[in-house]
Nanobody
Framework: QVQLVESGGGLVQAGGSLRLSCAAS????????MGWFRRAPGKERDIVAA????????RYADSAKGRFAISRDNAKNMVYLQMNMLKPEDTAVYYC?????????????????WGQGTQVTVSE
């Protein structure tokens, strides 16, 4: 089992920044690829970014490229999502997920563990 707890969400104006954090506990963290997903009201859950176990390979949704950055600290069992130039359409609940593989995926159903989510609201 892997437990994931997200933090760092909140209310921010358009153009602002937020840094989401995800604390992982349980099994050996560096055996897991990690991802950030989001679910906007009335929409499906979508990938935002993913990272392999080393932290060297990252992948992004088109909507996140150039604005968001995923990173991880295996020594601290943490994964982060730095979000810059936020837009109202980024408003969503953001979820951290762990995949029992060292290779990341952009597909939600390939992840095995999920956090409870943290709300991000971007105002005009």
């Amino acid at each position: 089992q892997v437990q994931l707890v997200e933090s760092g969400g909140g209310l921010v104006q358009a153009g602002g920044s937020l840094r989401l954090s995800c604390a992982a506990s349980g099994r050996t963290f560096n055996n897991y690829a990690m991802g950030w997903f989001r679910r906007a009201p009335g929409k499906e859950r979508d990938i935002v970014a993913a990272i392999d176990w080393t932290g060297f390979t990252t992948r992004y949704a088109d909507s996140a490229k150039g604005r968001f950055a995923i990173s991880r600290d295996n020594a601290k069992n943490m994964v982060y999502l730095q979000m810059n130039m936020l837009k109202p359409e980024d408003t969503a609940v953001y979820y951290c997920a762990a995949r029992a593989s060292r290779i990341s995926s952009l597909t939600a159903n390939e992840y095995d563990y999920w956090g409870q989510g943290t709300q991000v609201t971007v105002s005009e």
